[in-house]
């Protein structure tokens, strides 16, 4: 389902995802590519993680103002 709309978004058919994948497996190799998986998904983590600090600090000035004015 996912897959689908980001195929879509991309205009990609079977056939050139097919081509992409089997020269990512050219330029990489099998054993590469679990490695370069692992290193993006802990790349996206911590992008996540600086996202919501981000919001966090962001988020506090705010809560503090309406902290002051109930009392």
């Known amino acids: 389902m996912i897959l689908d709309g980001i195929l879509a978004?991309?205009?990609l058919g079977t056939g050139e995802v097919i081509l992409i994948v089997a020269i990512i497996l050219l330029?990489?190799?099998?054993?590469?590519i679990p490695?370069?998986?692992?290193?993006?998904?802990?790349?996206?983590?911590s992008f996540k993680q600086g996202m919501n600090e981000v919001e966090d600090e962001l988020k506090k000035p705010i809560e503090?103002?309406?902290?002051?004015k109930e009392k």
């Open 27 to 32: 330029l990489f190799g099998g054993r590469k």
């Open 9 to 11: 978004f991309f205009n």
């Open 64 to 68: 503090e103002l309406d902290d002051k």
């Open 35 to 45: 490695e370069l998986m692992r290193g993006l998904g802990k790349g996206v983590k």
